[in-house]
């Protein structure tokens, strides 16, 4: 079960500010085999209902044949059981959509969710055609570097 406020657009739909409220039920928070029982690990139960609560802030700045995005997402999890499991995050990404003459274009960008992962991509498009009166040629590049931060459990 899901409900979302409306969202509200200003500086002529350049920025959007929103938020939102999940609740989720899980049957096996702790992913325990179903041959073990909750008092192995010293609980009394597996299930529990967690509601999550967003607020974010997405922004679109186009200039001339460039488009500049930028995304925020705060959030608070609670857990109704496992209240140590309750956390605090954010969500951040921001991207130039660029071009360079009439066949160069791509996506630089970056992207950072503290504890799970940080990316760093570019892509752009190469392709060569054999046509009558020439060849046309056009490029592609990516990459992706993906890094992770261990998450201690206690």
Partial sequence: M??????YAVLDDRIEIW?????????NVLRLSKNLSP????????SDTIYTTHLGIN???PI???LFTAEYTR???N???FDDLDFTGYTARAHWQWLWGQDKNGTLGYAATPWVHLELFYAGTRQTIDRPGGTLDRNRIGFQVTTAKPVRVQ
């Fill in 2 to 7: 899901a409900g979302a406020a409306p969202a």
């Fill in 19 to 27: 938020a939102a409220e999940n609740i989720t039920h899980d049957s």
């Fill in 39 to 46: 008092g192995s690990v010293g609980a009394t139960q597996l």
């Fill in 59 to 61: 922004g679109n700045l």
């Fill in 64 to 66: 001339s044949q460039q």
């Fill in 75 to 77: 959030y608070r999890s």
């Fill in 79 to 81: 857990y109704k059981h």
